[in-house]
């Protein structure tokens, strides 16, 4: 009898062994499901400022242009202005 239960002895703990890992392994299961989800949502908020980053490129360039614009305006007015009075100096 006492082999029988030294044989039950050794089962039970090797059935317990069984469900200590099987417990470990759902908790890491939880943990890569958990970190899934955290890589999946900087994953969306990097895309989103990676679209921000071309948007302000694309704005500082717009805005480049409109200042090149605004000075070169600027500047035919000057020279217009520079030509009409020498048109009335000549004249004079």
């Known amino acids: 009898m006492g082999t029988l239960e030294a044989e039950i002895a050794r089962i039970e703990k090797i059935v317990a062994a069984d469900n200590e890992t099987a417990k470990r392994l759902a908790a890491v299961r939880k943990r890569i499901a958990d970190e899934t989800t955290v890589l999946q949502s900087?994953?969306?908020k990097l895309k989103i400022l990676e679209g921000d980053r071309e948007r302000a490129t694309s704005l500082v360039l717009e805005r480049?242009?409109?200042y090149t614009r605004v000075f070169d305006a600027v500047?035919?007015?000057v020279c217009g202005i520079q030509n009409r009075r020498n048109v009335r100096g000549r004249d004079r």
């Open 75 to 77: 500047a035919e007015g």
């Open 42 to 44: 900087l994953d969306e």
């Open 64 to 66: 480049e242009a409109g």
